[in-house]
């Protein structure tokens, strides 16, 4: 079964600097899509950036870049230049199809970022 | 364009009574999710729906959970009766189509609920 694993519970970033998120993932399946989402205290889930299994090269959107190591099945969020509004929830999320053609979305438990003026 | 929109935001209601989450998914979206998401947890699935049809609905409890998406647009999830434990977030997400891995959810706001 795929798990996504989430090891860091909270991080503090000073300003300006960049923070890297941990997310390791665990499947069977060669093909798969890795999701980072952010969550703020309002709750929505706001979609960052997206790793497909068999892109070659890391994703990057604006800040946000993705570090996809396949063979340690690790697909670490990196933001540079941290900024007040990144403080929030991270969640790591892993896309894989099953049996009946489905594509489950699993979340892991989510890192708590908070960016110190 | 707006995005996925809930109702209501919050509700606190008292256990053993009923409460319904209404969804409108972005225009145009034949997927729409309902997921759970407990205290200090990822969200976990409750039920996919393509179009109207229900077909990922295997993590919904259903004896006191129900879903329904008549015209393949808008959804509501009820809970009756409510028990303390379903205390919880409950986010409506919706997507393009589930073709492909990389058809990006879009999330509602949540809905919070409180069963006191």
């Known amino acids: 079964a795929q798990k996504i694993t989430q090891t860091q519970p909270g991080m503090f970033v000073q300003e300006k600097e960049a923070v890297t998120l941990d997310c390791t993932y665990d499947?069977?399946?060669?093909?798969?899509?890795l999701f980072w989402y952010k969550q703020p205290s309002s709750g929505e889930m706001i979609f960052l950036i997206y790793?497909?299994?068999?892109?070659?090269q890391n994703a990057t959107e604006g800040r946000y870049s993705l570090n996809f190591q396949k063979a340690r099945k690790s697909a670490n969020l990196v933001i540079s230049a941290s900024q007040l509004g990144d403080s929030a929830m991270y969640f790591c999320?892993?896309?894989?199809?099953?049996?009946?053609?489905?594509?489950?979305?699993?979340f892991g438990s989510g890192t708590r970022l908070l960016v110190r003026p | 364009e707006a995005g996925v929109v809930q109702s209501p935001r919050y509700k606190i209601i008292e256990k053993k009574q009923p409460v319904a989450f209404w969804c409108n998914p972005i225009?145009?979206?034949?997927?729409l999710y309902w997921y759970r998401q407990n205290l200090g947890q990822g969200p976990e699935l409750l039920i996919r729906?393509?179009?109207?049809?229900?077909?990922?609905d295997s993590q919904l409890p259903k004896d006191r959970f129900s879903a329904e998406r008549l015209k393949g647009v808008d959804s509501t999830l009820k809970i009756q009766p409510a028990e303390l434990g379903d205390s919880a977030v409950y986010l409506c997400?919706?997507?393009?189509?589930?073709?492909?891995?990389?058809?990006?959810?879009?999330f509602g706001e949540g809905s919070w609920l409180t069963v006191v």
């Open positions: 729906y393509e179009n109207e049809e229900a077909v990922d």
């Open positions: 999320a892993m896309r894989e199809a099953r049996m009946d053609s489905s594509y489950k979305l699993i």
């Open positions: 997400a919706s997507s393009p189509t589930t073709d492909g891995f990389g058809n990006t959810i879009y």
């Open positions: 499947t069977s399946d060669q093909s798969y899509g």
């Open positions: 790793q497909g299994s068999y892109d070659e």
């Open positions: 225009s145009g979206h034949n997927t």
